[in-house]
């Protein structure tokens, strides 16, 4: 059922309001690493009931604004104005994250419905940094968790550099096999790593998502973005997975990614 995920804090002068949000209420606050000005606040402990949200600039709107999050973007446009009331802007992509708009209720309130492609998920390991450092980039370790639960990883190659290439192979328990290949933009040892993300064929060569049976206009190359942060000899990892067609497809793929650091997390 959808329901109110995010929130976002109109601001002047947006460096003024990150520092009164983290003193006051001791907010982390980071700036998004999309294309426009955009700061993410966490609002409490993943384990805390709550929202999140963000404080944008006020040339975005002026208003406080709280965002319902829904499977499309397009449905529910559509349900608004026939049950009364009124979509104040049209689709709008937000780079990286997924499709947005303004509506208006019957009451005159003004709110917001978006519909997120962006994958993100954290995960905290009960494991040193340095461990799971090297299960992320070693290639004989890939084989052991990589993959959707019940599927084995027969085959990793990754030359692990910026501006290497990574060949991965997951095979089903039926036999298929779904190659991927991506290249290395960013590497921060034990900290960042940045790499595109593609479907491709056993050489290598870049191959569009439908030759996998997937629907949904795919670009031919996503994005991937994993940070590690160690505390206390735990190591918590967060993982952006962008670009993703629509919703529906994203979802699918945070299946899979769960069920393979549920793999990692029982490797570690």
Not at 51 to 71: L, M, Y
Not at 98 to 121: C, H, K, P, R, W
Not at 220 to 229: D, I, R
Not at 237 to 260: I, M, R, Y
Request: charged content about 30%; proline content about 6%; aromatic content about 12%.
């Amino acid at each position: 059922m959808p329901k109110v995920i995010h929130f976002e804090i109109p601001a002047e002068k947006p460096e003024r309001a990150i520092e009164f949000y983290r003193k006051v209420f001791g907010w982390k606050i980071d700036k998004w690493q999309g294309e426009f000005d955009y700061w993410l606040v966490e609002a409490g402990e993943e384990d805390e009931p709550g929202i999140n949200g963000a404080i944008k600039p006020k040339e975005f709107g002026t208003s406080i604004s709280d965002v319902i999050g829904v499977d499309s973007y397009e449905e529910f446009a559509q349900k608004i104005e026939a049950k009364g009331g009124k979509m104040l802007t049209d689709k709008m992509t937000i780079p990286d994250m997924g499709y947005t708009g303004s509506f208006q209720d019957t009451e005159g309130n003004v709110m917001a419905i978006i519909e997120i492609t962006m994958l993100f998920i954290t995960r905290t390991f009960d494991a040193p940094l340095e461990k799971v450092w090297e299960a992320w980039t070693d290639p004989e370790t890939i084989k052991k968790w990589w993959g959707p639960k019940e599927f084995t990883t027969p085959v990793v190659k990754n030359d692990f550099r910026v501006g290497g290439s990574s060949l991965y192979c997951m095979r089903s328990p039926e036999g298929q096999e779904i190659w991927s290949t991506g290249v290395y933009k960013e590497i921060v040892p034990m900290e960042r790593i940045v790499s595109t993300d593609s479907f491709a064929d056993a050489d290598g060569n870049v191959v569009p998502a439908s030759d996998y049976g997937l629907s949904g206009d795919w670009p031919l190359e996503l994005k991937v973005m994993v940070t590690f942060q160690e505390k206390d000899g735990k190591t918590r990892l967060t993982l952006q997975h962008t670009g993703f067609p629509d919703n529906k497809n994203k979802t699918l793929a945070e299946v899979g990614w769960n069920e393979s650091l549920d793999k990692l997390a029982e490797y570690l």
